[in-house]
């Protein structure tokens, strides 16, 4: 018997090796928390009646970010999001609570904006049908831009609150951002293999350039979700239970 | 002559971009910075992040993993192998707090390095913890290099009443063993940026924050359409 379990032992380690040959080193931080997925040159956010040249967005109107992604983690490393088959794509969204903007530095300006309400899915399509980044269709929505991306099986779903932009033009003349905001997974067939299906919290963060866009988008994230926490669970006791840990 | 003609054509195709498309990406990267100061007897040591991490001549690192490239190099192989960079020789000019805003630029001459090592027989990539240590950064630029650029006019900024922030500095590739592949009027212009500030709890003790950026060129050449004689004349 502890020879076949053994045996199993290594099959699953094989296994295990085989399945996430590539994902593991650049996904693991050694702190526990590591990277869930990331998506790189093909991400886009758009607004309607977002001004470009003041970084300002208007209260109420609904920013979408649309993304390929480029790596997956566990649970999810068996996932290629280079599968010339499949597609992975990221789709946010969140509702604009106005700019606000502050001076920094010697001369510098910041643009905060927050986003509420928001929500988020990854799909997984096929064919491979989003855009290329260096041919985004210009001024979404338009036939391919969000559609392209919302296609296929939701992998994972849920919400975003208080996702912040924070442009910033420098002292030195630079231009440049970076996006920060919690999402709570609440769905999507992949939920089961996080640490609790529904209700597990991550942070999602990344650069929000803002030079040499497509016309019509109003940023390009480059960005990644960390793996959501797992809280541990409450267990219903009794005062004496708890004393006799004291005593 | 007529070898030199194609390769010049494929490289105006591999570049080639519609109109409306402004930015060319080489690669994406995930990773982590850290900061080293003077101590006494010269020495540089890690400092843990606090408020104004980047102090006067203070030298900022990054390291991570390359995570996607763009089609215009041939031969990556993410698969087969580890795809690392690490940032270095970045010394602060000047670094100013003023209310939550941290404002940091760099004395020009930083270097950006990518390594290309052998999964199956090659050494992975650590981070550990307290960098310097000793995984990081030897592990991040082990293999052979592939790619490198002089990193100049490099900014940080980070605000800390949202804790978030961005770097972004001017790159000029100019060694590696992809260089070849560019084609030498898209070799300089390139752009270096990203950022992920803390609390973060994927952030290993004595790092500072994660980035996720990458190496994007602002201005694609456009395709122009031509004819196989006017291609010969520049020949001629």
């Known amino acids: 018997m502890k020879r076949i379990l053994g045996a199993a032992a290594i099959l699953m380690v094989l296994a295990a090796t085989v399945i996430a040959p ?27 009646g977002y001004n470009q040249a003041t970084f300002n967005s208007t209260a109420g109107n609904q920013v979408t970010v649309v993304g390929v992604l480029s790596l997956w983690c566990a649970p999810f490393a068996a996932l290629d999001p280079n599968d010339p088959l499949k597609e992975y794509t990221v789709v946010l969204t ?26 988020f899915a990854v799909y997984e399509g096929t064919p491979r049908n989003a855009p290329a980044a260096t041919a985004m269709p210009i001024n ?93 669970p409450a267990q219903t006791s009794t005062w004496g239970k708890i004393k006799t840990l004291y005593k | 002559m007529k070898r030199r003609a194609w390769l010049l054509l494929l490289a105006a195709v591999a570049f080639a971009a519609p109109a409306y498309a402004q930015t060319q990406t080489l690669f994406g990267f995930t990773g982590f910075d850290y900061v080293q100061s003077a101590a006494p007897g010269g020495l540089k040591v890690n400092r843990a ?3 104004n991490f ?54 020009d001459n930083a270097r950006v390095r990518a390594f290309e090592d052998s999964r199956s027989t090659g050494t992975a990539a650590v981070y550990g913890i307290n960098p310097p240590n000793a995984t990081s950064p030897s592990t991040f ?27 972004l500095g001017n790159a000029n590739l100019d060694e590696g063993s992809l260089l070849g592949q560019i084609p030498p009027g898209l070799q300089a ?39 196989w004689g006017s291609l010969k004349r520049l020949y001629r």
């Not at chain 1, 931080?29 to 990331?38: D, M």
Request: aromatic share 10%; charged share 10%; net charge negative.
């Open chain 1, 94 to 119: 969140g509702t604009s609570s106005g700019t606000t903007t502050a001076p920094f530095g010697t001369s510098g300006t910041a643009y905060t904006t927050v986003y509420t309400g928001g929500t």
């Open chain 2, 49 to 51: 992040a606090v408020p």
């Open chain 2, 189 to 227: 212009g390139w752009i270096m940026s990203g950022l992920a500030g803390r609390p973060n709890a994927t952030v290993p003790d004595g790092y500072v924050n994660q980035l996720s950026g990458e190496l994007v060129i602002p201005t694609a050449t456009n395709s122009r359409h031509g004819s």
């Open chain 1, 22 to 48: 590539t994902a593991s080193a650049q996904c693991t931080t050694g702190t526990g928390t590591n990277i869930l997925f990331k998506w790189d040159a093909n991400g886009f956010a758009y607004e309607p």
């Open chain 2, 141 to 167: 630029e082990d293999g052979s290099l592939i790619l490198g650029a002089d990193v100049d006019q490099l900014v940080l900024i980070y605000d800390y009443s949202t804790s978030q922030g961005n770097f």
């Open chain 2, 54 to 107: 980047l102090a006067v001549t203070d030298d900022y690192h990054a390291v991570g993993f390359i995570t996607s490239f763009s089609p215009i190099v041939v031969g990556p192989d993410m698969v087969a192998n580890e795809y690392t960079f690490h940032l270095y020789d970045a010394t602060v000019a000047t670094s100013t707090l003023v209310g939550d805003f941290l404002e940091v630029s760099f004395q």
């Open chain 1, 140 to 232: 979404p929505p338009n036939a391919t831009v969000p559609a392209n991306y919302l296609d296929g099986t939701v992998v994972l779903s849920g919400s975003v609150d208080s996702l912040v932009t924070s442009i910033t033009r420098s002292s030195f003349g630079t231009v440049n951002g970076s996006f920060r905001g919690r999402y709570t997974v609440l769905g999507g067939s992949g939920s089961t293999q996080l640490c609790q299906a529904k209700g597990g919290i991550g942070l999602m963060n990344g650069l929000w350039a803002v030079s040499g866009l497509p016309t019509g988008y109003i940023a390009h994230p480059n960005g990644k979700f960390d793996a959501p926490s797992c809280p541990v």
